[in-house]
């Protein structure tokens, strides 16, 4: 943990910044022997923050030596043109991963679209098989922010075994997968959701706190444990273009042992882990060696 806490914050960027700088190795020691591994964005319409999120993903790639490619297709574009678009991607011997960047313009169903991304290249971990997997045991392709947050727990040495934990948010990627991912090291678990009553009960009892609402403000400060670990997944953009978690960061940041800031906390640590992810499906596809970042 040397290094990631300073005064009860926790550092996700240099979290992150290690995890890259472990991927970029692996990447320079496969590039020795030929393989450069190659992820796909598929964006579809013109959502800002999306544009956003895929340049920040390419970025991220380009660093560590990774290629990238970004398809951008009209916000007219028929479920059926989306699908080709994947098709064809899932056919390219060239192409290790592929990533439907979320959420699709309104009419446009995102679950079929995300189960016809052959699971070996999907690296945001959202094809129903890999989701499956994490419940039934350790997938190799896990979703990014739920493996990223089990990293930083393991990277900060915090012991979740017999712990109570408490997730707010149940989304199938995000909180659902969060508590498969706890619940696997030993945690006991809640899972909150919009129709919970007595939330600030589950708060109270939380060793171990996740929210991943997008509510900022939802969790006030005064509710968290004296000694929680909290991660804080919210990121919502403001009016004043400022992004907020879901936590009131500077009154919980008095009693917690660590909380992870927003920007600066988890969503570092998802890109990091899409990195991770996209070099384990390029080893996995040709039969080399995953690898392997230890989790928690
Ligand atoms: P979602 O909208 O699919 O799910 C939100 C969940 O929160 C739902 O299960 C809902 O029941 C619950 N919820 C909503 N209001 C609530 C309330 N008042 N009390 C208790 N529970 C409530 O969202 P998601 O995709 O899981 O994302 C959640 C947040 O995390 C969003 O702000 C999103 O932007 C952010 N996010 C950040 C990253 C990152 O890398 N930093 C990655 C994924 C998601």
Redesign the pocket.
Known sequence: MEGLLHERIINGREAARRVRAEVASEVARLGAQGVVPQVAFVRVGDDPASAIYVNAKARACAEVGVRSSHLHLAASSSEAEVRRTLEALAADEDVDGILLQ?PLPSGIPDLQLLNAIPPEKDVDGFHTLNLGAVVAGRGPLEP??PA?IMRLIGMLGVEVRGKEAVV????????RMMASMLLRADATIAV?????AA?REHVARAEVLVV????PG?VPGAWVREGAWVFD????RMPDGRIS??VEFAAARERVAGITP??G???????AQLLVNTVTAAQLRRGLVPFVIKRA
């Not at 909150?192 to 919970?196: A, D, G, S, V």
């Open positions: 979320l990014c922010t990223g707010i948010g149940r989304s199938v990627v995000v909180g909150c959701h919009r129709h919970t939330l991943a609402a997008g509510v939802l997944v919210g990121s919502t978690g879901d927003v920007p906390g988890i969503g570092p640590m998802t890109i």
